[in-house]
């Protein structure tokens, strides 16, 4: 069997399933199968809540005894280094077999293994029949942090939601430039920052533009937020994401809608737009076209259910 070079593994709920298999088909070109995905591309786990971790294969075998003479051969020096099982769907390698190999594998590296703060986390599965072996990178969920941003907003998205529309806006391309339209406190900015892309913010309201600024500063990341109505921004950006506003904080009309989204259209050709009603027509009338749309749900006493947008202008 031909294996990609890289395997990742995701988590996701039942609310979130539509939302994460949209963001694989952008940053993949294809979507998981029963939360795996093999691809060559490399891919950072941390930059979607929806990847948990990522392996390496290096080497791989049918015959478990070649693989283990590949490994000894690959001469791996590594101090502090650990080494793991992952067991895969139709994998019944029995336990105590598992950890013999482990073992096997790891009198194979040369080095003192440190089980508690490990510098490299190797890792063995078996794929179908097939035993794969490199280094694994885990998601260790440094993002949450923002959670405990200084400011906060009833209005917000979840950061899983505000990491997908930044890959969704960009593909996972890191050179892209965005525009936050609506950016509120700034959760879709602290993500984009996080995973190392250059954006800026634009709201209307002074009080939540001040907000999101101390937000920013508070993890350290520098960038501009616009005190203004987006019709008022001159400026070029890749790609837009207009999270619209829809309580009575900020008001959501069918003009209003037109408006921000007519206005930041003018800014990118990509927009990807959050909204808790159908504005398929809205974009039509503006000439935007509709590449994809799925729901997001968010759990809570009721599901509330967002949908988000992926289009461009013509
Ligand atoms: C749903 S909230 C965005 C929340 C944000 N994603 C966050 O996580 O905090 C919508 C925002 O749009 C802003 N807004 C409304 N009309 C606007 C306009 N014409 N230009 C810029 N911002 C606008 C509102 O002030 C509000 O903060």
Redesign the pocket.
Known sequence: MHLKKYLYTFTYDKYETALSKLESTYIFTIADDNKLLWSDKEVDPFISAFIKQRLEVVVSNTDYSTLLQEIKELDIHNEGFKVEYLVLEGDSTAYDERLTKLKDIGYSIEGNPDYYKPTVIYTLCNFKGTWCFGPMTKDKFDWYKHSKKPRS?S???SPNV?KSLVNLATKADRSKTLL?????????MLEACFAGYSIEG????WK?VRN?RVNLAHFAYETVVYR????DIDKRYDAAII????NL??QATDE?TA??IR?SAQLAKRLVI?SIVDISEILKDIGLQLLDACSVGKRGKTVFERQVWVCEGV
């Open positions: 907003y209005n917000s998205i505000a936050d339209a609506c950016c509120g406190v700034g959760t879709i634009c709201d209307i309201n939540i999101a203004s109505d987006i019709k999270d619209l506003p829809y904080l900020s209003t408006h921000i206005s959050v």
